[in-house]
């Protein structure tokens, strides 16, 4: 344990607020959504401080950016990571807290004259929102052999544009094959997005897992009928079936224990005031910390979905966006994160996460930790997302003692 290192605050701030200018919003939030000209800026800017670090920067395939301070021995990384792209309505702080911390850790060692035993590294995964393309946590799926480079290049959003000639045309398909480097353990920290820690009035979230996630896209077929001569009786609405859907699935929350859901996006075609849908495309996040428990709502709701578009003359086409199982972390990990916050003096409890990180994908792959800062407010996807300065800093620090310790060990 370094109990004399700490990180340079200051230093964290700035950056953190230099980073949350690209892309910000009116609202003061940032939109950087995955591939898009804000992220590529804000790659650019990560690129240019790995360098100014002196870190050996890579690219993969998919567009990780990995930056690498050597260790004196050869083999396996400390990896520190989590995002840089956003939700279209995002936050300063989601995802961008893990990198630019992951930054601030190996900038406090070399500042020191410190080299790690073991290599460590810095890492922002592409696309973990899925907010543009799905599924989310995609960039550190590909780099886990989760989910095929193919696949992921392959993926289109809502517009039609493919996420492989995104990635090319802002100049972040890199050479490397993604998982190119072998991790010895993966931290991330990361903002709570969530009440429990504000509430109670503590100061760090030692997270003991992810939450199981599934997204479903409902493509419901209707007929498009005037909106002013066509009698109820004869009308086949695929708007309806939408809301039904989600009013069933709301209803499912009711029934079954800690479901959560919600339905994200909905688009109608032709989308006129006047017409009747013809189709409607929506989707659905389904949350629970109990893999049985989100079965039996995503059964119940296809088998509504299903009987319901039969009986209202529809045609429903079910597809899978994104779906995760409930992932616990290595509980020496956890032990490691709690030890950490209390030598620092700081207040925690231990916490299940219950969004979606790129740690429950590293989880697969070596021993893994994630460390949550209070949200005020427990807001998040939301520009008002906000953590206080001194919650940041002590989240930074807490990252640096278990990074450090586990780069020399
Ligand atoms: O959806 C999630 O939980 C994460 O923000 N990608
Ligand atoms: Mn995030
Ligand atoms: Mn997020």
Redesign the pocket.
Known sequence: MTSNLRIDGPRLLSRLAALAEIGATPEGGCRRLALSDEDRAGRDWLVARMRSLDLDVRIDAIGNIVGILPGAEPGPAVILGSHIDT?ATGGRY?GALGVVAGLEVLATLREAGITPRHPMAVIAFTN???ARFQP??LGSFVWGGGLSLAEALGQRDADGAVLGAELGRIGYAGPEVPGFLAARAYFELHIEQGPVLEQEALQIGVVTGVQG?TWLEFTIGGEPRHGGTTPMKYRRDAGLLAARINVFAHEQTQAVPDLLANMGFVRMLPGNVNVVPEQVVCTL?LRNPDQALLDTAEQAIRHFAARAAEKAGLTLAIRDLARFPPTPFDPAMIGKVEQAAGALGLTCRRIISG???DAQIMAALCPTGMIFIPSIGGLS?NPREFSTDADLVAGANVLLQVAYDAAMA
């Open positions: 939700v989601d973990e929102e899925g989310d946590m996630i996040d969004a979606g990180h996807h």
